[in-house]
């Protein structure tokens, strides 16, 4: 066993373009908590249970890389563009401009046609990144990608090699995924949080009198000291906003 | 990967038809509780275990909508259609006036007869919601639909393909889902939550002294703003009626 | 998609016959708990762990039948008839007399033979049930006759055509079902609760101090409104009996 | 469907032999709860973990019938005859005895040699025990003997012929059965508890100090109004002994 | 069937070699709990999680009768005999000298190579230990050994024939088994326990500032009247020791 | 069955170089709570959920080797290698120039291609070590490189292959390990725990206002008496750092 090639340029490389970086999420408060944002090029995942509001994450972050004049790729595996765009509308984000100029890309998946999403994913993906210019991806959700595999082992080797070619290109990309049960802080598939650099927990929190709240934990964020405390947020009609100054109940 | 043909359209096209409006689901204390009730064209899983009314929320529904002049369809797969007709009276709607003026449609899928249902669905029920003219329609239970399919695969492929077929007929649906254990806020398949555009949950809350209470909540409601809270609610001769202003005990 | 044949004559049919009246249980307390009885022709599931009275329910519900002058079937998957008719003198019901007189008829089925079981279920028991002129059919237990089917696909097709065949003949029918863990509402099969008309919860509760209390909850009973509150109930020298008026410890 | 020949017999029949009495089980105090002990011919399930002296209570209820004069055959899945005669004698029950008077057989059934044993219990069993003259059988563990077949189909096939040969033979019989999990009180099939006339549970209950206590609960006793109270029990010089004064900590 | 010849000599013959006296284990308090030791001949399964002390408990028990002159085998399926040399000599048990003097053996089975370590222990292992003489047999761990086996079917074959022929050689064996889960009273295979003579659970106990403490509990001793209750217990330098009259916080 | 030849050396033979000494692991707090770090030779594995610094661990365990001269291979499953360089170079850990030296070997191994993975490691690993030297030896993660395995029995097979052949290289290694469940102290794989001669676990301890601890405990270490009790640690811009002094809250 000799090292790898891969890994003698990388000791000598230079990594400017997305490891020095940080970007804002444009989720008000997380940026706060986080210092600066998340490390570019890093692959986010938000994990929660359906009803957290983690399209809209995955929305809000590309909105906050158009407004800076980035561009972004909205890989949806859910909603029809359509319902993308009105879901967008209702907070207030305009994206058909974006949409016009080029700037945004809706792109659908259908699962229901597992065999020719999987090839055009594995290669056309890159390349159209790259093509496109975008510096933000979502894909909303990862665990709806996980399900177009045939089984565990190639869900494995997929999600493995889909990782390594994102963070091919530079961009830093927010993953959305399911989570195994209600109250578990596992993903459904149980990988995509071990993979990712960065893993954003979004629960409900339960009070006795029927009262339910929505809190937010940075669980895990390579190369970046974070506080891991759990913070209560709202979805507001700007968006995911995060109450980093108060309490959970 | 270029972008798909169906999304450049869709970043144009108008939406007005079903995605501005909102319907109500006609269920007493929840629609003030989502304010104008549901965006319209929404699919919307009603998620209960037996015993919570699920079927009665699903006829309340379709009520609601003939009460306004709207059509409706009615796709059943545990009640024989008398069956139906004699439940819906219990709560003193009168579904046989509206049958023979077409205005309802009463379907029954037999799960004893999984090939020719699965059929039927796939080339016939976009048709048929059409050419009714049904703006509303309820399938009871998704969670029965879902069994059909032969294996996970399947039902995850043919799940997709039925919501973006309702969502394209430009109707707003109703799924009554089954609980995967007694106390969950999953479904039985697990998916049928994160494909809806919302999430109601039906539960039991039981008391120390032996009191069973209602309570609903709305876990997740795209496009829409909406209180997490959980309410109780009753089943009274008039169908569900939601206390908003009560607290759960 | 059409609407089916079946349909039409059901909006206009007339449901007298099994829908419009109320049958006794016979137990002490419930049928006042639940008004009148049960809806005539409903398909009622009684649920619980063993030893909680299953069988003794279906028996006094069959002798209430008996002592009103109607017709009664048991089909018996668990005991002997001899055990059967023991079982019932214990509680004083004096089934031989019944059964000379043919108002009364045990059927046993044996699991251990279960091609032949499941072929005569399958062709002869709508016609036993009609020539036999009973109105009262207990099947002790579903649980164990879901079990001779082969696989869940099945026993869901199995079950559904079962409960199709019996509602056509218009008696009403209570079955024992077993549950799927100690404190669990959902039953082996976790199908029969959602396919059944009703559902009564029989269940252990254990006091610190070592008592345990036996609780009946009525779950769900289509086309009635019901209280959900949980009671105490005995099993008494002359069946079961429930103790509307006392709390649950 | 007509009714089984078997029924018109047992209608008339008479079950004088082993339905009328009752066996005292030996265990000094639970024939106290239980009145006068267990119904003659039943079929008793003891259920508990490892070291809640399941196969004690099993020769305990055999010393009993050899004390009153009659036969018993122990057979055996676990322990070796030596091992069970040695069982015995730390416990004052000289077995050696009895067997020597032919008055009571130990089987030893080979689990590690399973097809040449289930054909032996299978055609063997029922001839033996009317041969030997026996009125008590103790299995142990029935458990075990289930794990012998190889699917739960076949395991569900043989304990019902298995519980209907035995039932013919009038003997009273006493099943010990394992625990599905720790704290559990469902049995590891999942089924004898249900096929059985009785079902006896035996668990532990540990106190924060660090005191564990045994204690013994009548779950279900067919054709016998019983008490369902939690009472400690301790495995004694003499065996199990029941404190039906005591309450549980 | 009649009875095996097996059972005629076993209840006249006599079995003093193993069945009358008791071996002391050589934990401090242990043997006090347990009054004189463990019964000769029995088969002695400790049950705990990783890091409660299993090998050590092993360990210490040869090292006990190696102190008494007997003699040990050491079957290891975990460590290399180096390894189990080192670990023993940080406990100040000097196992060189035994080894050299041929009255301790450690047997390390390769779990790479089932196939061949299956063939050896079923063909090998009885003649090895009566050849060698040795009175006590260590086999670290069962449960690796049970994973050997291609499935549960086997497994349990194997394990029956294992624990017979050990039972035939006379000596007192201590076996080490994994548990199912982290607080589980279950083993790994959930059955070893059940097979085994005597179980002897070791287990974390955690306090909310932090302290973890291990306790100690005799959860089944054939033919021993033994206390249940749960004890802390140490490994200090020379090995486990049991407080038992300590009370766990 | 006669003592392997591998036996007879071990006795005799001596491990110096690696079971007399022990080597620092570098993290704060964690050497001094096991006295002077951990027994030389040994395989720890460093388990826990996703976020609570394993990776940081494995690299700090080098870092500390690096600083006293010695040389360290990172075998990662997970990261690439500029993201491991880029991680460390968070932590102040400059491992350019080590790489440059040749005293740190980076190797990435990629899931994507299992069998080429599987097959260099089998043959190519241990000489690979061997070769460059290398004392301490971190494989992130265990869990990942487990999953290349077919099924269960290749895996446990390949582990504990793997784990032999590392010993015999007499490095010592840090292998990190994803828990099975969110609060799990069980491995992915319920198997590195036990095969492994230390287990350090990390944990999230979340406080009612929302506050979460990172808690960590040596939960097993061979050959040396250590604490058991739970600490608080963090993780710093100097790596991870345990407050032994600190009561968890």
Same mark, same amino acid.
């Given at each position: 066993m000799t090292e790898t090639e891969a890994t003698h340029?990388?000791?000598?490389?230079?990594?400017?373009?997305?490891?020095?970086?940080?970007v804002l999420t444009g989720i008000d408060g997380l940026?706060?908590?986080?210092? $600066?944002?998340?490390?570019?090029?890093?692959i986010i995942?938000?994990?929660?249970?359906?009803?957290?509001g983690k399209t809209t994450f995955a929305l809000q972050f590309l909105m906050q890389g158009l407004i800076n004049g980035e561009k972004g790729?909205?890989? /949806?595996?859910?909603?029809?563009?359509?319902?993308?765009?009105?879901?967008a509308a209702s907070f207030g984000w305009d994206l058909k401009s974006y949409l016009k100029e080029k700037k945004l890309h809706i792109v659908k998946l259908e699962p229901a046609d597992a065999k020719s999403t999987v090839t055009r994913i594995r290669s056309e993906l890159p390349d159209f990144i790259k093509k496109?210019?975008? /510096? $933000?991806?979502?894909?909303d959700s990862i665990s709806l990608l996980n399900m177009l595999f045939a089984d565990d082992q190639e869900r494995r080797e997929r999600l493995f090699a889909l990782c390594k070619q994102l963070k091919s290109t530079g961009a830093t990309c927010v993953f959305t995924a399911e989570v195994k049960d209600d109250n578990s802080r596992s993903s459904r598939d149980g990988l995509v949080e071990y993979v990712s650099d960065g893993?954003?927990?979004? $629960?409900?929190?339960? $009070?006795?009198n029927g009262?339910?709240?929505?809190?937010?934990?940075?669980?895990k964020m390579r190369r970046l000291r974070h506080p891991r405390s759990v913070k209560p947020y709202s979805i507001t009609d700007q968006g995911l906003e995060v109450h980093?100054?108060?309490?959970v109940f």
């Open positions: 340029p990388a000791t000598e490389g230079t990594d400017e373009t997305h490891a020095e970086g940080f940026d706060e908590m986080l210092g $600066r944002g998340v490390p570019a090029g890093h995942t938000v994990l929660g249970s359906f009803g957290t790729i909205f890989i /949806s595996l859910e909603e029809e563009p359509d319902s993308v765009i009105a879901n496109s210019g975008a /510096s $933000r991806v979502a894909i893993v954003i927990g979004l $629960r409900f929190n339960e $009070r006795e009262d339910v709240q929505l809190v937010i934990q940075v669980i980093g100054d108060m309490e």
